[in-house]
């Protein structure tokens, strides 16, 4: 029992790392309808922009700050520069899904050229460890899960209460009627680019310094568990996102403790599949039942 | 020099193997398969640790045989079949576009990061090396002729491979899956095994890939998980797309275009900063900027898909047009 | 008639329904062979789910369904094809990048040619089989003024000519049971009537075809008889001429939602 609670424990952690990436991929597939395999540079970015931050002043909130920034803002010019023009120019969804992979390429490459590939130490000192009822934590480990507890808490509510968000969930569910009822589509998907990419960008940089390490495809790695996440969710489901996150870190930490660590990307495409096999709306669907092809 | 252009030349037509394997299961199946650099690395591992024979710890792997090429590299096909239908099974029984692709990459992804850390597998991050030259136990070729041998190989068994393909994009299996392409619930409607085609097609793509690797294998000597998908995997896409899409001499020019012409093209760039991983990243931007290009201007590619014209063998007072055009068997 | 003729398609009891709404409730009725039969009735009332029903697109939930003696119901739709029973679209399905006659070539029954070796062993014999269908395809081709259209892209053809194609393909196929979906929808009347015609030919030749239409002067003309829907089941079979006047039937068309053709 001892040994679950402690996996218990890690998995609050990761998993509220993974909500944060899920629910910002959910929310740029929601509004724009193809999945982004560009959305790990965003965490890189993230990242790399807390690491640069780090030259002139050591402060969590500063760096988290810069690491959001750069987020949204890579964001939004993925979705001004290629998103937005190639949806107008009516080229298929599955032709611009292969875009983002290469627009993935030309940014961490872009990465490559100016960082080199080298690790680069990012640490964040994790103060000492911490019994907290039956779970281990450090100082770090509560101050990433308030940090993005609070964050996702501000997505949901964002998401419920404001006006924005209520624009964000009709444009989702079907822009030609939001439009038609007075919301200006574009803007709404603007504003969700930079929301999304923000709340990656803050996602990289706690990932970063959990991890301690960096590199330009250290972002893309955590595409496997983040797309699972959101796909278990139902794409498009920010709280599924969220819910379905939390249920996938706790899944793979409490895993790890039973298999061989390497097999923890396993769990996470095992879970992937069954999701996509049996429940391809996601953990949370309605209703179950789809027409047969 | 010419030592050089051999050296490029093989790469190739091994890469043009590759790609037309990947050009079977989206060129003309229509599947998005990002799986699919697995399963070229899956054969180049599985023909090394049943060549290498065993190396000195610390390297860890499984089998470590030391078998002639033409039999690892069966063995190697064997067990990218095996994987392939794996995933196969799971991925082409209903998922389809991009929940297929995403399936495909998480596997890829998940293989990935599953053999750099099992280590006992392949040797973990540091992967094999010491891949015997194929056939030279009993040539015995010096290493200035060795390469042209080696190319002359290759060179062959594209060739093998490149008629078979011809020969069955034009048959009744290549009809039909580009009939399941383009409209799977018609072909269904005239009795068509959708899922069944796929999968062939899918293992035979994947097939050509573990032959590519087993070659591929042979001209490295060594191999690491490093570089691993999707880059490589987006290569070969550029080079179908460039290419020409479904059409194997397309995508055998793609091949040599795009993967052989730029890759080396970028080396000679003059060197801007010390980094050593300038040239490599610059020819992925472009070929991610290319792939781009090609997307949104809907480019097909500079050779177009094969078809068959009907031509009306002559009948006496028929009164038909006998038009001019190849008839395809 | 004299003789009664086979029973090709037997459905009992077939039930079906979409998230909660029964689209289909406990349909039944019969089809004889050599028989042109229509299944008519206002929009909603389920017959294109009995023909999805019908051909293995949808699963039914409850009933049987038994064709040429055996029961095919939760069939995949390519074995039923196999079977024998081939249905068209509604709007034209044809395969757009390839040509005219790929498609009819595909249509023909592939009697095991699309393996992966099968080209490579015995390939005179593949060639003279492909023969033999490309000479069938034209002639059936040149019937629908198709012929010359032959090698463009089937994705080219004007809306009529998919039409007709889409009749092309399934004549080619042989089928020993046609079902159409509303092979009539948006085309002229000179079309129709070309298609009236070939399926007038079609069931002289001993084929069975149903036929989902709105058209009901299309439906008197080619049909032998008739099945009425309405609400998601059979309300009246039958000839034509018979269900005029038939009260159900009038006030299911009248009394019902929409009004059809």
Not at chain 1, 180 to 186: E, F, K, R
């Given at each position: 029992m001892q040994t679950v609670a402690l996996g218990v424990g890690f998995g609050l952690v990761t998993g509220a790392i993974l909500g944060l990436a899920a629910v910002g991929f959910t929310l740029q597939y929601a509004v724009s309808d193809i999945p982004n395999l560009a959305y790990g540079e965003l965490l890189t970015y993230g990242a790399y922009a807390g690491y640069l931050t780090t030259r002139w002043v050591h402060s969590f909130s500063a760096e988290a700050l810069a690491a959001a920034t750069a987020g949204g803002l890579v964001a939004w010019a993925m979705n001004a520069g290629m998103i937005e023009p190639f949806v107008r120019a009516r080229v298929r969804t599955i032709a611009i899904f292969i875009g983002t992979l290469a627009v993935s390429q030309i940014l961490q490459n872009l990465l490559l050229l100016v960082f080199g590939g080298a690790n680069v130490a990012y640490v964040l000192p994790p103060g000492a460890l911490h019994h907290v009822g039956p779970f281990l934590w450090t100082v770090r480990d509560g101050q990433v899960m308030a940090a993005a507890f609070v964050v996702m808490l501000l997505v949901f509510l964002m998401l419920q209460?404001?006006?924005?968000?209520?624009?964000?969930?009709?444009?989702?569910?079907?822009?030609?009627?939001?439009?038609?009822?007075?919301?200006?589509?574009?803007?709404?998907?603007?504003?969700?680019?930079?929301?999304?990419?923000?709340?990656?960008?803050?996602?990289?940089?706690?990932?970063?310094?959990?991890?301690?390490?960096?590199?330009?495809?250290?972002?893309?790695?955590?595409?496997?568990?983040?797309?699972?996440?959101?796909?278990?969710?139902?794409?498009?489901?920010?709280?599924?996102?969220?819910?379905?996150?939390?249920?996938?870190?706790?899944?793979?930490?409490?895993?790890?403790?039973?298999?061989?660590?390497?097999?923890?990307?396993?769990?996470?495409?095992g879970i992937l599949v069954l999701v996509l096999l049996f429940r391809p709306d996601g953990l949370f669907a309605s209703s179950v039942g789809r027409a047969v092809e | 020099m010419i030592q050089y252009l051999a050296s490029i030349a093989t790469q190739g037509c091994i890469f043009s193997i590759v790609a037309l394997g990947l050009n079977v299961i989206w060129g003309w199946a229509g599947d998005l398969d990002?799986?699919?650099?697995?399963?070229?690395?899956?054969?180049?591992?599985?023909?090394?640790?049943?060549?290498?024979?065993?190396?000195?710890?610390?390297?860890?792997?499984?089998?470590?045989?030391?078998?002639?090429?033409?039999?690892?590299?069966?063995?190697?096909?064997?067990?990218?079949?095996?994987?392939?239908?794996?995933?196969?099974?799971?991925?082409?029984?209903?998922?389809?576009?991009?929940?297929?692709?995403?399936?495909?990459?998480?596997?890829?992804?998940?293989?990935?990061?599953?053999?750099?850390?099992?280590?006992?597998?392949?040797?973990?991050?540091?992967?094999?090396?010491?891949?015997?030259?194929?056939?030279?136990?009993?040539?015995?070729?010096?290493?200035?002729?060795?390469?042209?041998?080696?190319?002359?190989?290759?060179?062959?068994?594209?060739?093998?491979?490149?008629?078979?393909?011809?020969?069955?994009?034009?048959?009744?299996?290549?009809?039909?899956?580009?009939?399941?392409?383009?409209?799977?619930?018609?072909?269904?409607?005239?009795?068509?095994?959708?899922?069944?085609?796929?999968?062939?097609?899918?293992?035979?793509?994947?097939?050509?890939?573990?032959?590519?690797?087993?070659?591929?294998?042979?001209?490295?000597?060594?191999?690491?998980?490093?570089?691993?998908?999707?880059?490589?995997?987006?290569?070969?896409?550029?080079?179908?797309?460039?290419?020409?899409?479904?059409?194997?001499?397309?995508?055998?020019?793609?091949?040599?275009?795009?993967?052989?012409?730029?890759?080396?093209?970028?080396?000679?760039?003059?060197?801007?900063?010390?980094?050593?991983?300038?040239?490599?990243?610059?020819?992925?931007?472009?070929?991610?900027?290319?792939?781009?290009?090609?997307?949104?201007?809907?480019?097909?590619?500079?050779?177009?898909?094969?078809?068959?014209?009907?031509?009306?063998?002559?009948?006496?007072?028929?009164?038909?047009?006998?038009?001019?055009?190849?008839?395809?068997? | 008639m004299a003789e009664r003729a086979r029973v090709l398609l037997e459905v009992r009891g077939l039930s079906k329904s979409f998230g909660g709404a029964q689209v289909v409730r406990d349909c039944t009725f019969d089809v004889a062979e050599g028989e042109v039969v229509g299944l008519i009735g206002p929009n909603g009332a389920g017959k294109s789910t009995i023909v999805d029903l019908l051909t293995g697109f949808a699963r039914p939930d409850a009933g049987v369904v038994r064709f040429a003696g055996g029961e095919i119901q939760g069939w995949p739709p390519h074995r039923i094809s196999r079977r024998g029973l081939v249905r068209t679209f509604q709007l034209p399905k044809e395969w757009p990048d390839l040509t005219v006659m790929e498609n009819m070539l595909i249509a023909a029954p592939d009697e095991g040619r699309e393996t992966l070796w099968r080209p490579f062993v015995a390939a005179r014999q593949l060639r003279r089989a492909e023969?033999?269908?490309?000479?069938?395809?034209?002639?059936?081709?040149?019937?629908?003024?198709?012929?010359?259209?032959?090698?463009?892209?089937?994705?080219?053809?004007?809306?009529?000519?998919?039409?007709?194609?889409?009749?092309?393909?399934?004549?080619?196929?042989?089928?020993?049971?046609?079902?159409?979906?509303?092979?009539?929808?948006?085309?002229?009347?000179?079309?129709?009537?070309?298609?009236?015609?070939?399926?007038?030919?079609?069931?002289?030749?001993?084929?069975?075809?149903?036929?989902?239409?709105?058209?009901?002067a299309f439906i008197e003309r080619v049909c032998h008889s008739v099945i009425v829907m309405a609400s998601g089941t059979v309300i009246a079979t039958g000839p034509f001429s018979a269900l005029r006047s038939h009260r159900a039937v009038l006030d299911a068309y009248i009394g019902g939602a929409a009004a059809s053709a």
């Open positions: 209460c404001t006006r924005f968000g209520k624009s964000l969930r009709a444009v989702s569910e079907n822009r030609a009627l939001a439009r038609a009822s007075g919301v200006d589509a574009h803007r709404v998907v603007q504003g969700t680019w930079f929301l999304a990419g923000a709340v990656a960008g803050f996602a990289g940089f706690v990932l970063a310094v959990t991890a301690g390490t960096l590199t330009p495809s250290f972002g893309f790695r955590f595409l496997l568990v983040t797309v699972t996440g959101a796909v278990a969710g139902g794409l498009g489901k920010p709280h599924g996102a969220m819910a379905a996150a939390l249920i996938l870190g706790l899944a793979m930490e409490v895993g790890a403790f039973y298999v061989d660590a390497a097999y923890k990307p396993l769990i996470a495409f | 990002l799986a699919f650099y697995g399963y070229l690395a899956t054969g180049v591992y599985m023909a090394m640790v049943t060549s290498i024979g065993r190396l000195p710890p610390p390297t860890e792997y499984i089998l470590g045989w030391h078998l002639p090429f033409p039999a690892a590299a069966l063995i190697a096909i064997g067990s990218v079949i095996l994987l392939a239908s794996c995933v196969g099974a799971v991925a082409l029984r209903r998922l389809r576009a991009v929940y297929f692709a995403i399936t495909t990459l998480s596997a890829v992804l998940m293989l990935q990061t599953f053999v750099s850390d099992y280590t006992p597998l392949f040797n973990g991050y540091n992967g094999l090396y010491g891949m015997p030259q194929p056939f030279n136990d009993t040539l015995r070729l010096s290493p200035e002729v060795y390469p042209f041998f080696f190319l002359a190989f290759c060179a062959g068994i594209l060739g093998g491979v490149f008629v078979v393909l011809e020969r069955l994009s034009a048959s009744p299996f290549g009809r039909a899956l580009r009939a399941v392409r383009e409209d799977e619930q018609a072909a269904a409607a005239f009795g068509r095994n959708v899922y069944g085609l796929k999968f062939t097609a899918y293992a035979l793509g994947a097939a050509l890939a573990g032959l590519g690797g087993a070659l591929l294998a042979a001209s490295q000597g060594a191999f690491n998980p490093a570089g691993w998908p999707p880059d490589e995997t987006l290569d070969l896409y550029v080079a179908i797309f460039v290419g020409g899409m479904g059409n194997p001499r397309g995508v055998i020019l793609g091949v040599f275009l795009v993967i052989v012409l730029l890759q080396e093209a970028v080396r000679f760039l003059p060197i801007v900063t010390a980094n050593p991983s300038f040239p490599a990243a610059t020819g992925e931007i472009l070929i991610g900027l290319m792939v781009l290009v090609v997307i949104r201007y809907r480019i097909n590619g500079l050779l177009p898909d094969l078809h068959s014209t009907d031509t009306v063998p002559p009948r006496r007072g028929a009164g038909l047009r006998v038009e001019r055009g190849e008839a395809v068997g | 023969d033999a269908d490309r000479e069938r395809a034209r002639a059936i081709l040149e019937e629908f003024d198709l012929l010359t259209a032959r090698n463009a892209r089937a994705g080219a053809l004007s809306g009529g000519q998919k039409r007709l194609l889409e009749f092309a393909r399934i004549a080619m196929a042989r089928p020993r049971m046609m079902v159409l979906d509303e092979p009539t929808g948006g085309v002229n009347p000179i079309l129709g009537d070309r298609i009236g015609d070939a399926i007038v030919g079609v069931a002289a030749g001993g084929g069975t075809v149903m036929i989902v239409e709105h058209d009901l």
